[in-house]
């Protein structure tokens, strides 16, 4: 089958702007990848000082001008974007199987499960997320990257349990569930393997729409300085350190924002082509 | 299911889940690895002292009687001392929560205020110049980190061209109000001293606007969705059909309808903003409860992370409430169905 002559090609392509979505996604997933042979100087990454070329504004050079120290931010940024999607990626590896399997088992089994599990994503989504995330940083030790992700995980995994609850409640009288529990399939079987597809084109498309907010929140979490450490090239870091020198360095700031700022638009506007694409709303 | 039956139902559903979110924060704070005394004392505090602020804090207790005491000791107005500001937290609390209250409502208003309208348009001129300006702004809004627009509006109007404050809550030359309600702008109407209201207005624009921006997006958008499906309704082609005025159709017809899935996720946006909060009070150095918030997760104060996370908590908890009952009022089938 020929992806771009398919129907769903045509219905996502529809709106340029999930075009223009898909390429900036691509971009930034290709500049992070080969990042050591795209930036101008992958050794700024790490512990370098130039102090002859410190705070340098924009030039032809240092396109995005260099830090106190003498790095090129372009480069850190770019550098910077391996940590924001291994941040994106892990959280939802994480997140996603246990608030899947929690709506399944809410969902399917119902009663007495359905009460409590409900009831403790009810109490999970009470706690605003970023909050939430805030408090178990501040609760663990000495904060790194990985607390980071396990906290931003913690608070993303209801928001599955109650789209896979919501859709599981909806299909578990459908024809197909009726008759594959008479021939005697476990729950196990029903809920995986009959109700879970039914679930993708939502769950896609808000993992993609999530990859980009899972992102924001993540580098909010580093700008307050409770995400990965210095010398770690991390978006969130890089604006914070400038945010205290502005008006004269705006440019410390400014690109590195405008940089999380372009990846939570492309996987928001591919998250938005995907919903009109499967037609469903998450 | 009568309307005082849907009240006392939704009140009790919201303490219910206040207990069960102090049980979640409780544990978090007592279930972590590393000892929460020795992680407040630091490296460098002696055993005699760490076990003095285990004994202090009932460490030693089972994690039930640890929760019992907490809880008891919550609903006597004690959260414990804060080991960063060395006073009792809830005074902390009370000094710093009014700041991002009002800071939050200024948010909230400006969400209404502007996010509707542009939606409105957006859907009124559907696939018009102004649709996509308007669709633009509020797509930026969304993806755009709200510390990212704290640092953009700053540069632009406070340094770029500045006509507004960048600090605090109001200018240090001026004397403040009498502490009535913590509410700047409460208080200096109360004195009848329009100078700090002025000055106090002005200080809340820029930090309520870059709170509000991810919010304002998301109403837009939803309004635009919402207000564009109700005119394709039947109702609507009827009334045009019988030559209503169009400005009658908008507000009286479509505006309604479309306004209740918008009030229905304000609730959520507050979620949103709470979170914000804690950006951008830290970028405009904003004396509230979220900037101490961020102070005492560096600092390691458990009584104050705690707090801070319960307040916010129970802040959100109540204008959800809200929200709900004024969804009611624009929509009464609900208690029916519901």
């Known amino acids: 089958m020929n992806l771009f002559k398919s129907k769903y090609y045509y219905k996502f392509s529809q709106n340029p702007l999930s075009i223009f979505g898909l390429v900036i996604v691509i971009g930034v997933i290709f500049l992070a990848i080969f990042a050591p042979y795209i930036t101008p100087f992958p050794e700024h990454v790490g512990p370098f000082t130039d102090f002859a070329n410190k705070s340098k504004p924009p030039s032809s050079t240092y396109i995005f001008g260099t830090d106190k120290i003498g790095r090129d931010i372009f480069t850190r940024c770019i550098y910077g974007y391996r940590i924001s999607l291994t941040l994106g990626i892990v959280v939802l590896a994480i997140a996603v199987p246990i608030g899947v399997t929690m709506g399944l088992c809410a969902g399917y089994i119902g009663r007495k499960t359905e009460l409590v599990l409900m009831r403790i994503t009810d109490v999970f989504l009470a706690i605003p997320a970023l909050v939430l995330a805030l408090s178990i940083i501040g609760l663990l030790d000495r904060p790194n990257l990985f607390y980071t992700m396990i906290a931003v995980s913690m608070a993303w995994w209801p928001w599955y349990t109650r789209l896979i609850y919501n859709i599981t409640r909806s299909i578990k009288t459908e024809g197909y569930i009726t008759a594959a529990e008479i021939m005697g399939a476990s729950k196990f079987h029903i809920m995986f393997k009959e109700i879970l597809p039914n679930c993708l084109p939502s769950l896609l498309t808000k993992i993609t729409l999530d990859l980009g907010f899972v992102i924001l929140v993540g580098s909010s979490l580093s700008f307050l300085g409770l995400g990965a450490q210095a010398p770690t090239p991390d978006l969130g870091t890089m604006v914070a350190k400038g945010a205290s020198m502005l008006p004269d360095t705006w440019w410390f700031s400014l690109f590195p924002g405008f940089a999380i700022l372009i990846v939570v638009l492309g996987f928001n506007l591919v998250g938005d082509g995907l919903k009109d694409m499967f037609d469903v709303d998450v | ?223 635009r969705t919402n207000l564009s499906d109700i005119y394709e309704k039947q109702y609507i082609e009827f009334a045009k059909s019988y ?49 101490y918030g961020v102070e005492v997760i560096l600092a390691k104060d458990l009584n104050g992370i705690i707090a801070t996370a319960l307040i916010i908590t129970t802040f959100f908890l109540i204008i959800n409430m809200l929200v709900d009952f004024f969804v009611l009022l624009l929509n009464p089938r609900i208690t029916i169905t519901d």
């Open chain 2, 1 to 223: 299911m009568s309307t005082a039956q849907y009240f006392l139902k939704r009140v009790f559903v919201s303490i219910i889940v206040f207990f069960g979110v102090s049980i979640v924060i409780f544990c978090l704070a007592r279930l972590i690895p590393g000892d929460p005394a020795r992680i407040a004392l630091g490296p460098f505090a002696t055993k005699e002292m760490v076990e003095q602020l285990r004994e202090t804090l009932h460490l030693n207790e089972s994690i039930f009687i640890q929760y019992k005491i907490f809880i008891q000791q919550l609903f006597q107005g004690d959260l414990g001392l804060s080991t960063y500001t060395k006073r009792p937290v809830l005074t902390d609390v009370i000094t710093y929560f009014p700041a991002t209250f009002e800071l939050v409502l200024m948010s909230g208003t400006l969400m209404i205020l502007i996010g509707m309208p542009l939606g409105i348009l957006s859907g009124k001129f559907k696939n018009t110049f102004v649709d996509h300006i308007a669709r633009i702004i509020s797509l930026l809004g969304v993806v755009t980190p709200s510390f990212l627009w704290a640092i953009i509006l700053m540069l632009l109007f406070a340094f770029w061209m500045p006509i507004l404050p960048v600090s605090e809550r109001m200018n240090e030359m001026l004397d403040p109000p009498k502490l009535v309600t913590g509410l700047l702008l409460v208080d200096s109407l109360i004195e009848g001293n329009f100078v700090v209201f002025k000055d106090a207005f002005l200080h809340l624009i820029l930090p309520g606007l870059a709170i509000a921006m991810p919010a304002i997006g998301n109403v837009a958008r939803l309004t």
């Open chain 2, 243 to 291: 030559s209503f005025s169009e400005y009658k159709i908008a507000t009286k017809y479509a505006l309604k309808p479309a306004s209740i899935p918008t009030v229905t996720i304000i609730g959520l946006d507050f979620a949103f903003m709470l979170g914000n909060a804690f950006l951008v009070e830290t970028v405009f150095v904003w004396p509230g409860i979220a900037k």
